[in-house]
């Protein structure tokens, strides 16, 4: 069945970066389409996803409402494959509000998966809970559970050392003046309760947001920040010291970022404002965070695979993939040593584009692809 799915998606378009030898192998829709489990109800905002292998299946998780914005029609389904093709039901969540940020991480030989419950007014972010749901494979999964973190925004888990880590932002008035700026780093060894590295918070810069991380094969950590209504931050933290986060500002945003580690180097794919650089400075007032904030909403945006330069400490932009409108929600989980399913939600690729506003209040989807190295 894998390879059927290979020659369908060469049948369509094809990406290359020669440079590093980076191949997409066009992209397919997958949600929603005609093998998804009978127990679905997709509406018309498919967004906010994750994907992982685990033992031997490929577990998708992912939101669905009627549009980008906070709903109480909101629902997050997990669903699993040993094909890509053949689609098993595993699990849905509903808490009456929105729900975003679905995320795996295996630990200690069980797959662990979290969101976060939001609000329903779809013109305010309403961060109230963390949750947390595990299965061993079986098809069962617990009963949710909440780890506690309320008014955190969680961004990205990895399994560490014998720990899962955590890099979550406090979402609470995020948009407002007396916002807690306050992104931090936190460890668990269980999965459900987490305490924070450090005292102190990681980064305290006003808009920090989205901390992506990947650990090096060292034991350093590598990270990016969204910055709010400016730009964004690289980070580094070496492993002796991972709760010192030392950061270089860019003038680029990179939001909703992925990272992964392919043969010693890093990527990042993220949404990618192509008018240039989102800011002109790294702390801007507040009349001019509204509006770079308006401005930012009204243009358009790609999805984009990034390399970092670690000794510049920057993203050398690879290339586009196909998106338009509202996109930006990277998933990515191994195939083999040289190839990845990679998922990605967008507007639709085949028509008009649009800016990312207009792309909010529309249907988006979520189309798969194969990222190769070149061997």
Excluded at 64 to 71: G, V
Excluded at 325 to 341: C, L, Q, R, T
């Amino acid at each position: 069945m894998l390879k059927l799915y290979y020659l369908l998606l060469l049948l369509t378009s094809f990406n290359l970066c020669a440079q590093d030898s980076i191949y997409t192998l066009g992209w397919h829709q997958l949600i929603p389409s005609t093998n998804l489990p009978k127990e679905f109800n997709i509406r018309n905002s498919n967004n906010n996803l994750d994907i992982i292998k685990y033992k031997k299946r490929y577990y998708v998780a992912f939101r669905t409402a009627p549009t980008h914005f906070a709903s109480k029609k909101t629902m997050t389904y997990i669903m699993s494959s040993l094909d890509f093709e053949n689609w098993r039901y595993e699990n849905e969540f509903y808490v009456g509000a929105d729900m975003r940020e679905p995320r795996f991480v295996i630990f200690k030989d069980c797959l662990y998966f979290y969101f976060f419950e939001g609000g329903k007014n779809m013109f305010r972010f309403q961060p109230k809970h963390i949750w947390m749901s595990s299965t061993f494979g079986n098809g069962k999964w617990s009963v949710k559970q909440n780890t506690g973190l309320n008014g955190y925004v969680p961004w990205r888990f990895k399994s560490h050392n014998d720990k899962i880590y955590l890099s979550a932002y406090y979402g609470i008035d995020l948009y407002k003046n007396k916002h807690k700026a306050e992104l931090r780093l936190f460890t668990s060894h269980d999965g459900l309760s987490f305490t924070p590295i450090s005292k102190e918070a990681q980064i305290t810069t006003k808009g920090a947001e989205e901390g992506e991380f990947v650990f090096d094969n060292e034991g350093n950590l590598w990270a990016t920040i969204r910055l709010e209504g400016s730009g964004s931050y690289i980070v580094f933290a070496s492993k002796d010291s991972l709760h010192i986060w030392q950061h270089w500002f860019s003038k680029h945003k990179y939001d909703s970022a992925l990272m992964f580690e392919h043969n010693d180097e890093i990527y990042v794919i993220a949404r990618r404002h192509i008018k240039g650089p989102a800011t002109d400075v790294e702390i801007p007032s507040a009349a001019q965070r509204r509006n770079n904030l308006i401005k930012y909403s009204f243009s358009k945006k790609y999805t984009a695979i990034y390399k970092l330069d670690k000794k510049n400490y920057c993203l050398n932009h690879l290339f586009d993939f196909p998106s338009t409108g509202d996109n930006a929600f990277p998933g990515i989980a191994k195939i083999d040593n040289n190839s990845y399913y990679l998922l990605n939600y967008s507007s639709d690729i085949h028509k008009k584009e649009k800016n990312w506003i207009t792309g909010q209040f529309g249907k988006t989807f979520i189309y798969s692809t194969i990222l190769t190295f070149k061997k």
